[in-house]
């Protein structure tokens, strides 16, 4: 089974020329910017994102200089990510599930 069969398949790219913000990223090339991932769906794994990303003074994480979602050849690794990404959503559920029995016993 071919594990890249995205590859030049539209629904692995798409740019947006008209945004305002185009290309939103200045180091990107706009001839291959992908936009598809505008909002970049590893910000929520921190640290284990892959990105090249700077934490704020006020502890954002800045993603100013990373344009890993905005390559044509990334969607693989970003979709690869996914399982990552809802095993983070899975324990954090478990944790909010917890610390709200936790409160409801003590009461």
Sequence with gaps: MNKERWKNKNYSFFSHRECEYFPCHKQGDPEDFNCLFCYCPLYALGKKCG???KI???GYKDCTDCIIPHKRE???YITGKYKEIMDLI???EREESKAEKNYSISE
């Design 51 to 53: 990105g090249n990303f």
């Design 56 to 58: 704020t003074e006020s």
């Design 74 to 76: 990334n969607y693989g």
């Design 90 to 92: 899975i324990k954090n």
